[in-house]
């Protein structure tokens, strides 16, 4: 009997998502692309981009 399971759906599959997200948004912005390029670009908003850099600002 197959078994089927949605990857999209599981929580270590999310959490890389968003991580790779959060550092494609760095890569860009200290590239020198705009907070509003950068939403545009990869489909989110202004505050969710603004909340992936102030979080990358804090490691650094």
Known sequence: MPISYDVEKDSLYLRGL?????????KFF???QSIEFIAE????????VK???KEWEEKS
Do not use: F
Request: proline content about 0%; overall charge positive.
């Open 18 to 26: 968003e991580k790779g997200i959060s550092k494609s948004v760095w």
């Open 30 to 32: 200290k590239a020198g």
């Open 41 to 48: 670009t990869l489909e989110l908003s202004t505050q969710q």
């Open 51 to 53: 909340g992936y850099i």
